[in-house]
């Protein structure tokens, strides 16, 4: 007999793993279909669902208004320049940590991420207490300064999105090439020229993806430019009136589908942009050391000092603003506000925790398995299952949660006994950030060494031994990072959930927005307040724990 | 056990990795896959091993077809490059981890996991985790963890490639003696030809995916049956056929002419200008002394019909007294130390 017959093709499945792995992969796309792709069609159709059928009536009905161009020049006006300053200022920042010898980095560096532990719209509320009408800065001076608009968009925007910014190009910075920038400095270049020819370029791929990312927040966040927008409306704003104001799905629909666009296109191109990075750092490379230089590091001291004031007094002042009787009436110090005696009170902020936990629980699952399937299965699903899992990422928290009501707000709906529950907002929130969070883990996955599962399998384990005895242990530490990430995320979102809360299941970021809107800001204030305490607690706790286990490389802020 | 790996093809994609590999081993030896980066050993390892599914062939193990038995079933032990310990283990769960797999008693598991400690002399590190020892000790676990199963073939996948030469050195007798010992077919992979020649009882060299040669070390070295085995394992001279040097009838191709012919340097003689066994003259251009023995290399002046510039490598026992760069000299060769390359 020939031996060099082609293996018959019907009988390779004796092994039933290849088969078994082919299934979970299809099972791990069902949520992602369900709760990613599905409300999506959905918003897209009810975008085009007119009272006399199907038709583009909603979106001739929108575009054509004076009032959707304006919206649309407002939104990329304050996110171009938002991106712009962002960029710039963080850049600066992020080197002043890496590449100088200034003092205090650890603190700096800190300081510069307090507004991810905060409700997106922390900022914009410290603007409003510091600088509105009735705030500190018109109280002491007697002037008449209004903070409202344009200007106060852009800057809480800008502290908003700094520490995302920052933390690229903190990543991108660390990692250098000495022997370049001695080569350079041998040649005889300066240090600014060598800026330009060495450091520069080395960061090119992070200066992409920072203004994407930049972009794609301000671009969809809602909470700044509702409470300091004032008459300056932009299309996340305008979205939320239609719907909750309005009632008008039609079109809340519509201006969802035409802020999608962008969006996807800065995800798409940044996704792209990294798969053409390459490693910059090849076995050779030897790292960076930073020489002291007075001038260089004073300046740029000064100059993060001066970030960091911002941020800080951001925040402080809300800290502040929580302690005081009446801002700014009386300003003598009071717990009331922490009494909550408003609507609901402390309610809020347990559903948000519960919320968190049970984010937290389902994300790590959701994308830890997606990540290990996508990483280690190697089933035809591999792709779809890719795109599939990052496809959230280019969906704006608002567009998905509109996508829930009309999508599962339907008696005959598989899904309806969710809806209303906290549960379906926790889902919400988990798909909302499940590129991230995916993100995460694969990468982490990626560096657990392919040997480790053909070893086990050599030695006669099959996959699912190999993920109890090898895989999860290498793992655990990552997936607590991750579930710190989905926990902290639903802390502080405010864009996915807004549409989905009733009374009953009011989260504590949308309480700020309400009570901020009602002008109540001392309550609103507190709820803030509390909000950072939760997030920076479990953020000590998990830093604890993962420390004990002697796992410091581990990073849990992102 | 006897393995037979029956004309295996595997391609990626348009690169055929494996292209017709039939080699046959036999129940307890040692053999190499010998060849540059990129020829196909690694892959045919991995196919062995059932890491990696072939197109078409079989391999069959003491007559049974292993083709569609997934890895974890063909009880076959795998050494990897980076040793690929388990990092979250101690090595003694390490060792265990097959055992485990099999659903050994505890008992014997213990048993055992002591019994391969001490064959590789590591019981005193049972208790410690893999980042706590060197690489040869890791590489030594990992060679007792392959061993522990009773695996029916050993796999070695460049075993030695990332340890440093003293450990190499030392880990190539130990391999071997416990291999002898154990008396356990196994198969190394390595691109180190001194690495092949020392250990192996059999040689395979590879090259684009096909076996160029198999054979014991001594053959592919005393006969080379093409000039890339000649000039992969050992140095070799290779020069044209028509310079009228003797080479061996024996093998040739009925109506044909040798070509290409392959000379060791240890088998040039440099005698005298006028010695009567004269059958070139060359001129001497560099003269390396390396103590026992000397390296000559000589431009051949004189080179019968052609007139290219053919220069050969030689060596001599002891210190080349006498020897220096221009002068001439006059090489001699036994016709039965000549290998024919290529034929036309």
């Not at chain 1, 996915?496 to 927005?513: D, E, K, N, R």
């Not at chain 2, 020649?197 to 590879?206: E, P, R, S």
């Given at each position: 007999?020939?031996?060099?017959?082609?293996?018959?093709?019907?009988?390779?499945?004796?092994?039933?793993?290849?088969?078994?792995?082919?299934?979970?992969?299809?099972?791990?796309?069902?949520?992602?279909?369900?709760?990613?792709?599905?409300?999506?069609?959905?918003?897209?159709?009810?975008?085009?669902?007119?009272?006399?059928?199907?038709?583009?009536?909603?979106?001739?009905?929108?575009?054509?208004?004076?009032?959707?161009?304006?919206?649309?020049?407002?939104?990329?006006?304050?996110?171009?320049?938002?991106?712009?300053?962002?960029?710039?200022?963080?850049?600066?920042?992020?080197?002043?940590?890496?590449?100088?010898?200034?003092?205090?980095?650890?603190?700096?560096?800190?300081?510069?991420?307090?507004?991810?532990?905060?409700?997106?719209?922390?900022?914009?509320?410290?603007?409003?207490?510091?600088?509105?009408?009735?705030?500190?800065?018109?109280?002491?001076?007697?002037?008449?300064?209004?903070?409202?608009?344009?200007?106060?968009?852009?800057?809480?925007?800008?502290?908003?999105?700094?520490?995302?910014?920052?933390?690229?190009?903190?990543?991108?910075?660390?990692?250098?090439?000495?022997?370049?920038?001695?080569?350079?400095?041998?040649?005889?270049?300066?240090?600014?020229?060598?800026?330009?020819?060495?450091?520069?370029?080395?960061?090119?791929?992070?200066?992409?993806?920072?203004?994407?990312?930049?972009?794609?927040?301000?671009?969809?966040?809602?909470?700044?430019?509702?409470?300091?927008?004032?008459?300056?409306?932009?299309?996340?704003?305008?979205?939320?009136?239609?719907?909750?104001?309005?009632?008008?799905?039609?079109?809340?629909?519509?201006?969802?589908?035409?802020?999608?666009?962008?969006?996807?296109?800065?995800?798409?191109?940044?996704?792209w942009i990294n798969r053409r990075s390459h490693a910059q750092i090849?076995?050779?490379?030897?790292?960076?050391?930073?020489?002291?230089?007075?001038?260089?590091?004073?300046?740029?001291?000064?100059?993060?000092?001066?970030?960091?004031?911002?941020?800080?007094?951001?925040?402080?002042?809300?800290?502040?603003?929580?302690?005081?009787?009446?801002?700014?009436?009386?300003?003598?110090?009071?717990?009331?506000?922490?009494?909550?005696?408003?609507?609901?009170?402390?309610?809020?902020?347990?559903?948000?925790?519960?919320?968190?936990?049970?984010?937290?629980?389902?994300?790590?699952?959701?994308?830890?398995?997606?990540?290990?399937?996508?990483?280690?299965?190697?089933?035809?699903?591999?792709?779809?299952?890719?795109?599939?899992?990052?496809?959230?990422?280019?969906?704006?928290?608002?567009?998905?949660?509109?996508?829930?009501?009309?999508?599962?707000?339907?008696?005959?709906?598989?899904?309806?006994?969710?809806?209303?529950?906290?549960?379906?907002?926790?889902?919400?929130?988990?798909?909302?950030?499940?590129?991230?969070?995916?993100?995460?883990?694969?990468?982490?996955?990626?560096?657990?060494?392919?040997?480790?599962?053909?070893?086990?399998?050599?030695?006669?384990?099959?996959?699912?031994?190999?993920?109890?005895?090898?895989?999860?242990?290498?793992?655990?530490?990552?997936?607590?990072?991750?579930?710190?990430?989905?926990?902290?995320?639903?802390?502080?979102?405010?864009?996915?959930?807004?549409?989905?809360?009733?009374?009953?299941?009011?989260?504590?970021?949308?309480?700020?927005?309400?009570?901020?809107?009602?002008?109540?800001?001392?309550?609103?204030?507190?709820?803030?307040?509390?909000?950072?305490?939760?997030?920076?607690?479990?953020?000590?706790?998990?830093?604890?724990?993962?420390?004990?286990?002697?796992?410091?490389?581990?990073?849990?802020?992102? | 056990?006897?393995?037979?790996?029956?004309?295996?093809?595997?391609?990626?994609?348009?690169?055929?990795?494996?292209?017709?590999?039939?080699?046959?081993?036999?129940?307890?030896?040692?053999?190499?896959?010998?060849?540059?980066?990129?020829?196909?050993?690694?892959?045919?390892?991995?196919?062995?091993?059932?890491?990696?599914?072939?197109?078409?062939?079989?391999?069959?193990?003491?007559?049974?077809?292993?083709?569609?038995?997934?890895?974890?079933?063909?009880?076959?032990?795998?050494?990897?490059?980076?040793?690929?310990?388990?990092?979250?283990?101690?090595?003694?769960?390490?060792?265990?981890?097959?055992?485990?797999?099999?659903?050994?008693?505890?008992?014997?598991?213990?048993?055992?996991?002591?019994?391969?400690?001490?064959?590789?002399?590591?019981?005193?590190?049972?208790?410690?985790?893999?980042?706590?020892?060197?690489?040869?000790?890791?590489?030594?676990?990992?060679?007792?963890?392959?061993?522990?199963?009773?695996?029916?073939?050993?796999?070695?996948?460049?075993?030695?490639?990332?340890?440093?030469?003293?450990?190499?050195?030392?880990?190539?007798?130990?391999?071997?003696?416990?291999?002898?010992?154990?008396?356990?077919?196994?198969?190394?992979?390595?691109?180190?030809?001194?690495?092949?020649?020392?250990?192996?009882?059999?040689?395979?060299?590879?090259?684009d995916g096909r076996v160029m040669q198999s054979g014991t070390p001594?053959?592919?070295?005393?006969?080379?049956?093409?000039?890339?085995?000649?000039?992969?394992?050992?140095?070799?001279?290779?020069?044209?056929?028509?310079?009228?040097?003797?080479?061996?009838?024996?093998?040739?191709?009925?109506?044909?002419?040798?070509?290409?012919?392959?000379?060791?340097?240890?088998?040039?003689?440099?005698?005298?200008?006028?010695?009567?066994?004269?059958?070139?003259?060359?001129?001497?251009?560099?003269?390396?002394?390396?103590?026992?023995?000397?390296?000559?290399?000589?431009?051949?002046?004189?080179?019968?019909?052609?007139?290219?510039?053919?220069?050969?490598?030689?060596?001599?026992?002891?210190?080349?007294?006498?020897?220096?760069?221009?002068?001439?000299?006059?090489?001699?060769?036994?016709?039965?130390?000549?290998?024919?390359?290529?034929?036309?």
């Amino acid at each position: 007999m020939n031996g060099s017959a082609p293996l018959p093709r019907g009988r390779r499945p004796r092994d039933l793993e290849p088969l078994f792995k082919v299934l979970v992969a299809a099972a791990i796309a069902v949520p992602l279909l369900v709760f990613v792709l599905y409300p999506l069609v959905h918003i897209l159709g009810r975008s085009f669902q007119t009272p006399d059928g199907l038709g583009l009536a909603n979106y001739a009905a929108v575009m054509g208004t004076q009032r959707f161009m304006r919206l649309v020049y407002n939104s990329f006006e304050v996110t171009v320049v938002t991106t712009v300053i962002t960029v710039v200022l963080a850049y600066g920042f992020a080197y002043a940590v890496q590449r100088t010898c200034m003092p205090l980095k650890n603190l700096f560096r800190l300081i510069a991420l307090i507004p991810l532990f905060a409700p997106s719209l922390v900022q914009a509320q410290g603007l409003v207490l510091m600088l509105g009408r009735n705030g500190l800065v018109n109280r002491t001076l007697g002037t008449d300064f209004s903070i409202y608009g344009y200007w106060g968009i852009v800057i809480s925007s800008v502290l908003y999105v700094f520490p995302y910014a920052f933390l690229i190009f903190s990543a991108s910075l660390a990692l250098a090439d000495n022997r370049l920038y001695e080569s350079s400095r041998i040649l005889g270049a300066g240090p600014l020229r060598t800026f330009w020819t060495v450091t520069l370029p080395s960061t090119r791929f992070a200066l992409i993806a920072s203004t994407f990312v930049v972009f794609t927040l301000v671009i969809t966040d809602f909470g700044n430019p509702m409470v300091v927008g004032g008459d300056y409306s932009v299309l996340a704003t305008e979205v939320y009136n239609q719907v909750i104001g309005q009632a008008n799905f039609e079109l809340g629909t519509v201006i969802g589908m035409v802020l999608l666009a962008p969006v996807a296109v800065a995800v798409a191109f940044e996704k792209w942009i990294n798969r053409r990075s390459h490693a910059q750092i090849s076995e050779g490379s030897q790292p960076l050391s930073v020489r002291p230089n007075p001038l260089r590091d004073r300046v740029f001291t000064a100059y993060s000092a001066l970030i960091c004031l911002a941020i800080l007094s951001v925040v402080g002042i809300v800290i502040f603003a929580s302690f005081t009787h009446l801002w700014p009436y009386r300003m003598e110090f009071s717990l009331r506000h922490y009494r909550f005696d408003v609507q609901g009170g402390i309610q809020p902020l347990w559903n948000s925790i519960t919320i968190g936990l049970m984010a937290a629980g389902v994300g790590v699952v959701a994308a830890g398995l997606a990540a290990y399937v996508t990483e280690k299965f190697r089933t035809v699903l591999d792709s779809p299952l890719y795109f599939l899992c990052i496809v959230p990422a280019a969906v704006p928290g608002m567009v998905l949660g509109l996508g829930y009501i009309l999508a599962f707000n339907a008696p005959g709906n598989p899904i309806y006994p969710l809806y209303g529950t906290l549960f379906l907002i926790a889902i919400c929130n988990v798909y909302y950030y499940h590129a991230q969070g995916f993100l995460i883990a694969s990468t982490s996955m990626k560096q657990i060494s392919h040997t480790f599962d053909e070893a086990s399998s050599t030695l006669g384990a099959t996959f699912l031994r190999t993920m109890r005895k090898v895989t999860l242990p290498l793992m655990w530490p990552t997936l607590v990072g991750v579930a710190v990430f989905f926990f902290m995320r639903s802390m502080v979102t405010l864009s996915a959930v807004i549409f989905l809360i009733t009374p009953s299941t009011q989260v504590a970021a949308v309480s700020v927005l309400f009570l901020e809107d009602r002008g109540a800001v001392n309550q609103a204030a507190a709820f803030s307040v509390c909000i950072m305490a939760v997030v920076v607690a479990v953020l000590i706790v998990a830093r604890l724990v993962l420390n004990f286990f002697g796992h410091r490389h581990i990073s849990l802020i992102r | 056990m006897t393995l037979d790996i029956q004309n295996v093809t595997k391609r990626f994609g348009e690169l055929k990795a494996l292209d017709d590999v039939s080699i046959s081993i036999a129940n307890g030896s040692l053999v190499c896959f010998l060849g540059p980066s990129g020829c196909g050993k690694t892959t045919l390892l991995r196919v062995v091993a059932g890491l990696e599914l072939h197109d078409q062939g079989k391999l069959v193990l003491d007559g049974q077809d292993l083709s569609l038995v997934p890895a974890r079933n063909r009880n076959f032990g795998v050494v990897f490059q980076s040793y690929s310990l388990f990092p979250n283990m101690t090595i003694a769960a390490n060792v265990a981890y097959g055992l485990e797999c099999r659903n050994w008693p505890r008992k014997e598991i213990a048993l055992r996991v002591e019994e391969m400690l001490s064959l590789v002399h590591l019981n005193d590190q049972a208790r410690k985790y893999p980042h706590q020892l060197s690489g040869g000790q890791q590489q030594r676990i990992a060679l007792a963890r392959a061993l522990a199963p009773k695996p029916a073939v050993l796999l070695l996948d460049e075993p030695l490639s990332a340890l440093d030469a003293k450990v190499r050195e030392e880990l190539r007798v130990e391999i071997r003696m416990l291999q002898q010992r154990l008396g356990i077919t196994t198969i190394m992979v390595t691109h180190d030809q001194e690495e092949a020649l020392t250990m192996a009882d059999n040689v395979v060299v590879m090259r684009d995916g096909r076996v160029m040669q198999s054979g014991t070390p001594m053959e592919l070295y005393r006969r080379p049956s093409n000039r890339f085995v000649a000039e992969f394992i050992g140095w070799m001279n290779i020069v044209p056929a028509d310079m009228g040097l003797p080479f061996p009838e024996n093998g040739r191709p009925a109506g044909s002419h040798p070509l290409v012919l392959g000379i060791r340097p240890e088998d040039i003689q440099l005698l005298a200008e006028q010695d009567a066994l004269c059958l070139l003259q060359a001129t001497v251009d560099q003269v390396t002394r390396l103590g026992n023995l000397t390296r000559v290399r000589l431009r051949i002046s004189e080179n019968g019909a052609s007139s290219r510039e053919v220069r050969i490598m030689a060596e001599i026992q002891g210190m080349g007294e006498g020897l220096e760069v221009g002068m001439n000299r006059c090489i001699s060769v036994a016709g039965e130390s000549v290998r024919v390359l290529e034929w036309r």
